[in-house]
């Protein structure tokens, strides 16, 4: 066996957000909201280093002592409402190859607003991405709840299809169960090919890989959403799957051959 290839976490954490003040910073199940993503990819043995990308010093005294490392601070510029994750990973592989001379193969990226992750899936997922070597990315994703088959865009008062694949409208109108499972993005983890960021300048690439995550994923947007994530990681730890040991009894997952 060869050595694994050496995967890099990020976890982006920008100080402006319009719906809650210093969302990173908000007390989360007894904790900075931040400090979550940090402690689960600390317990990951194939993450070797976590890695802030911040533009706030309130963040980064947080984040440092919740174990991670805060080697530089994000330029303002790629801290804004319409920054794109691609200017944050690029800014972080580009200050790394300067500055100490190389980047990892793989960034890990764990959105802090996703705090109820068990260190055992997360393990999986990067195992699952260095293991593909056709793959250029991987994302975390649910069976959609909705099928976008029966979505529709709107032009004035006239409606059309958000996906149309047979040409005409007859979809729209089919049971469920006969239509493709769609599946959503989750926000949980993504891992990608640095070499994708760098030389491809994308997130994604040209072939992503699934990580099909069958339970609820909560993400914090608003104040609102804070009880379903603490409850989430309140059951994380009362249904065996302790965040603290990486042990993944409790969640349900698929990760090799999803429908």
Known sequence: MGKQPSCVAIIPARGGS???????????????????????????????????STDCNDIAQVAKSAGAEVPFMRPERFATDSSLDL????HAACWLAKHEGEV???????????????PGIVESAISSATRDEAADSLRSVNIAEQTPFKMWFMDDAYLSPVLNPSGDLTTCSMPRQELPIAYHQNGYIDVIKVT?????????????????????????????????????????????GDYRNGDVEGRSVENEHPR
């Not at 200017?87 to 690029?90: A, H």
């Not at 099909?212 to 009362?238: K, M, Q």
């Open 18 to 52: 319009k719906s809650i003040q210093k969302k990173n910073l908000v007390p989360v199940f007894g904790k900075p909201l931040i400090t979550w993503s940090i402690e689960v990819a600390k317990r990951c043995r194939n993450i070797e280093r976590v890695i802030v």
């Open 87 to 90: 200017e944050v990973f690029l």
């Open 104 to 118: 990892p193969a793989f960034f890990a990226h764990l959105r802090p607003t996703e705090p109820a992750r068990v």
């Open 196 to 240: 994708t960021i760098t030389e491809k300048h994308s997130m994604v690439g040209d072939l992503v890989r699934a990580f099909v995550i069958s339970d609820p994923i909560t993400s914090i947007d608003y104040y609102s959403d804070i009880p379903r994530a603490e409850e989430e990681l309140r059951r994380i730890c009362l249904l065996g």
